[in-house]
C-alpha cells in the first residue's frame, strides 16, 4: 500500500530531472551546444568578476567581429599570411617530397641524410629565428624561410615513410614488366606513398601557420600575429581574440582544403590515422 | 653505373658505416668552409680560427668555463620542466576522467580538437598583457604547448578502450578503482605516451618562446644577446644545445613509450 502510493510521485520527480537532462544534453549535438554555452558563459562571467577590464569577453568578441572582418588592415594581413604559408607549403611540399622519396628508395641518401633530417627535425625553428633573421633580413624573406623550415622536414620524414611502404608486388611488377626508373619513382612510388604525403602535409601545415605567426612576432612583419600581437599590446583584446580565431580557422581550412582534394581526385585513397 | 648504385646501396657494414661517416664529415667540412668564407657576423665556422670564432670551442667554453650559462640552462630546464609535469599532472587523469563520463567527453570533444589545433604561439601575447613578467606566466606557457596534445591523445587513447572490457569489469562488479589500475590505465597509457612525445617538442618550442617574448630569460636570453652582438658562434653553440636539450627530452619520452606502449606494436 505504502509503496503503491509512493512510487508514482517518485517517477514522476525522476522523470521531470530526467526530460530536463535529455533536454540538454541527450544528443551529442545537444551536449556540445550546452557546454559551449557553459564555457561562454563561465568566460564571461569569471573574466567579468576576476580580470581587469580590458580583458576579452565573448560579448566583446562577438560585438568586434563584424568591425575587424570587415577591417581591410586585417584582411591584408590575413592575406598576407595565408599567401606566405600557401607559397612556403608549396615549395616544402615540392622539395621535401623528392628529399624524402629519394630518401625512402635509396638506402644511400637515407643513411647519409638521416642524421641531419632527424637532427633538423626536432630542432626547435624558433631557435633559429635570430639566425634566420641576421641572414634574411627582417624581411618577410624571414618569415618565408622559416615557414620552409618549419614545413619540409615533416613532409621529408613522411615521405620517405611512404616511400618505404611501398607494397612490394607493385615494385616486382614494375622490374618484371622492365618498368623505366621514372615510372617506379613517379606513378608507382609517389601515388602509393600518397596517404603519407597528406600526413606529413596535415601536420606541415600546423607548423607553417605556427611558424608564418612566430615569424611575425619577431620581425614585426604585417600579418595575422602582427595583428594580434599589435591589438594585444595596445589592450584591444576583443580584436586580438577575432586574430587567434582567424589563425584557427586558418588551420581547420586547410584540412577541409586537403579532405575535398582527396575525396574529389583520389577516391582510392585509403584514411590513415595520423602520425606525428 | 648500375653496378656502383648497387655497391652504395647495399647493406654491407662497411657501406654502411662509411655513407654515414662521410656524410658527416661532408657536413662538417662545408660548414667549416662557409663560416670561414663569410663575415663572422654572418656565419661562424665548426672549429675556426682568431679571426672567425668557432662554434665548437664556444660551446666547451659556455658548458665548462661559463657559470652564467650554466645557470642560464638550469633556469631554461626548471621552466621546461614546471610547465610540463604540471601540463602532465593535469592532462592525463583528466583524459581518463573524459574516458568513463561518455557524456562529458562527448560535450568537450569538439572543444578540446579546437584547442588542441589552435597555434598556442597566438595566445601569448595576451598572457603577456595579462599576467605580465613573472616566472609563472612562463610557465603558463610551457603548459599551454605540452597540456592538449597530452589531453588529445590521453582522450583518444581513452575513446579507443574496447567496452566488452568495461562491460565484463562491470558484470563482475568490480570497484572503480580496479577498473582504472587494470583497464583504463593501462590502456590509455601507450596514447598519453605518444601525446607526451609530441608534447615534449611542442613544449620546447613553448619554452623558447616564452623565454623570447615574455621576459627574457634562461636560454633565449643567451640566444638573443648573442644574436644582438651577432656573435655568431655564440647563436650556432646556444641553437646546438637546446636542439641536444630537445632530443634528449624525446629520447626519455620514445624510452617510455618503448617500455610501456611495445604491446601496442607499431599500428600508429
Same mark, same amino acid.
Not at chain 2, 69 to 79: F, G
Given at each position: 500500500?505504502?509503496?503503491?502510493?509512493?512510487?508514482?510521485?517518485?517517477?514522476?520527480?525522476?522523470?521531470?530531472?530526467?526530460?530536463?537532462?535529455?533536454?540538454?544534453?541527450?544528443?551529442?549535438?545537444?551536449?556540445?551546444?550546452?557546454?559551449?554555452?557553459?564555457?561562454?558563459?563561465?568566460?564571461?562571467?569569471?573574466?567579468?568578476?576576476?580580470? %581587469?577590464?580590458? /580583458?576579452?569577453?565573448? $560579448?566583446? =568578441?562577438?560585438?568586434?567581429? @563584424?568591425?575587424? &572582418?570587415?577591417?581591410?588592415?586585417?584582411?591584408?594581413?590575413?592575406?598576407?599570411t595565408l599567401l606566405a604559408v600557401l607559397q612556403g607549403l608549396a615549395i616544402a611540399l615540392v622539395a621535401g617530397t623528392v628529399v624524402g622519396v629519394a630518401m625512402g628508395r635509396m638506402k644511400v641518401f637515407d643513411r647519409a641524410l638521416n642524421f641531419y633530417v632527424s637532427g633538423l627535425y626536432t630542432m626547435p625553428m624558433i631557435a633559429l629565428l635570430p639566425l634566420i633573421t641576421i641572414w634574411f633580413g627582417y624581411s618577410s624573406d624571414a618569415r618565408m624561410a622559416t615557414i620552409i623550415f618549419a614545413a619540409f622536414f615533416s613532409i621529408v620524414i613522411n615521405a620517405r615513410d611512404g616511400a618505404r611502404a611501398v607494397p612490394p608486388e607493385f615494385l616486382e611488377v614494375c622490374?618484371?614488366?622492365?618498368?623505366? %626508373?621514372?615510372? /617506379?619513382?613517379?606513378? $608507382?612510388? =609517389?601515388?602509393?606513398?600518397? @596517404?603519407?604525403? &597528406?600526413?606529413?602535409?596535415?601536420?606541415?601545415?600546423?607548423?607553417?601557420?605556427?611558424?608564418?605567426?612566430?615569424?611575425?612576432?619577431?620581425?614585426?612583419?604585417?600579418?595575422?600575429?602582427?595583428?594580434?600581437?599589435?591589438?594585444?599590446?595596445?589592450?584591444?583584446?576583443?580584436?586580438?581574440?577575432?586574430?587567434?580565431?582567424?589563425l584557427v580557422a586558418f588551420g581547420l581550412m586547410f584540412e577541409l582544403i586537403i579532405n575535398w582534394v582527396m575525396k574529389r581526385y583520389f577516391p582510392w585513397y585509403r584514411r590513415e590515422t595520423h602520425s606525428d | 653505373m648500375n653496378s656502383f648504385l648497387e655497391y652504395v646501396n647495399s647493406d654491407r657494414r662497411a657501406v654502411r658505416y662509411g655513407t654515414v661517416i662521410l656524410s658527416l664529415l661532408a657536413g662538417a667540412v662545408i660548414w667549416e668552409l662557409v663560416g670561414l668564407s663569410f663575415n663572422q657576423a654572418i656565419m661562424a665556422p665548426l672549429i675556426g680560427n682568431e679571426d672567425h670564432p668557432g662554434t665548437l670551442p664556444r660551446l666547451y667554453r659556455y658548458l665548462f668555463d661559463d657559470?652564467?650559462?650554466?645557470?642560464?640552462?638550469?633556469?631554461?630546464?626548471?621552466?621546461?620542466?614546471?610547465?610540463f609535469v604540471l601540463a602532465l599532472v593535469v592532462a592525463i587523469p583528466s583524459g581518463i576522467i573524459l574516458a568513463r563520463m561518455i557524456t562529458l567527453r562527448i560535450a568537450l570533444e569538439t572543444y578540446i580538437l579546437a584547442l588542441y589545433v589552435t597555434p598556442m604561439i597566438a595566445l601569448i601575447p595576451f598572457i603577456l598583457s595579462i599576467l605580465g613578467f613573472d616566472f609563472w606566466p612562463k610557465v603558463l606557457v610551457v603548459y599551454l604547448f605540452a597540456f592538449f596534445p597530452i589531453l588529445y591523445n590521453t582522450l583518444e587513447g581513452a575513446r579507443s578502450v574496447k567496452p566488452e572490457l568495461l562491460e565484463v569489469a562491470k558484470s563482475f562488479r568490480s570497484s572503480e578503482?580496479?577498473?582504472?589500475?587494470?583497464?583504463?590505465?593501462?590502456?590509455?597509457?601507450?596514447?598519453?605516451?605518444?601525446?607526451?612525445?609530441?608534447?615534449?617538442?611542442?613544449?620546447?618550442?613553448?619554452?623558447?618562446?616564452?623565454?623570447?617574448?615574455?621576459s627574457t630569460s634562461g636560454l633565449g636570453e643567451e640566444l638573443i644577446t648573442a644574436s644582438r652582438n651577432f656573435d655568431m658562434a655564440g647563436v650556432l653553440a646556444t641553437i646546438l644545445v637546446i636542439t641536444c636539450l630537445g632530443v634528449s627530452f624525446m629520447r626519455i619520452a620514445q624510452a617510455f613509450e618503448q617500455k610501456y606502449a611495445g604491446w601496442r606494436g607499431l599500428d600508429r
Open positions: 500500500m505504502t509503496t503503491s502510493t509512493l512510487t508514482p510521485p517518485v517517477t514522476e520527480r525522476k522523470s521531470a530531472g530526467q526530460t530536463l537532462a535529455k533536454l540538454l544534453w541527450g544528443t551529442p549535438l545537444r551536449a556540445k551546444l550546452f557546454a559551449g554555452v557553459l564555457i561562454l558563459l563561465v568566460w564571461q562571467v569569471g573574466v567579468g568578476l576576476f580580470a %581587469a577590464n580590458f /580583458v576579452a569577453k565573448p $560579448i566583446g =568578441v562577438i560585438m568586434a567581429f @563584424p568591425s575587424v &572582418i570587415t577591417n581591410p588592415l586585417f584582411l591584408q594581413a590575413s592575406s598576407s622490374k618484371a614488366y622492365r618498368a623505366p %626508373a621514372r615510372y /617506379v619513382w613517379f606513378d $608507382i612510388t =609517389v601515388f602509393s606513398s600518397l @596517404p603519407y604525403l &597528406i600526413a606529413g602535409v596535415r601536420l606541415a601545415a600546423g607548423r607553417a601557420l605556427v611558424g608564418a605567426v612566430i615569424a611575425e612576432f619577431f620581425v614585426s612583419l604585417n600579418g595575422v600575429g602582427m595583428f594580434v600581437l599589435s591589438n594585444a599590446r595596445s589592450f584591444k583584446h576583443n580584436e586580438a581574440v577575432v586574430g587567434v580565431f582567424a | 657559470e652564467e650559462y650554466i645557470l642560464s640552462l638550469i633556469q631554461s630546464i626548471q621552466l621546461f620542466t614546471t610547465g578503482f580496479a577498473i582504472w589500475r587494470d583497464i583504463l590505465v593501462p590502456y590509455t597509457l601507450p596514447y598519453a605516451l605518444t601525446g607526451i612525445r609530441q608534447a615534449a617538442g611542442r613544449a620546447l618550442v613553448g619554452m623558447v618562446a616564452a623565454e623570447f617574448f615574455l
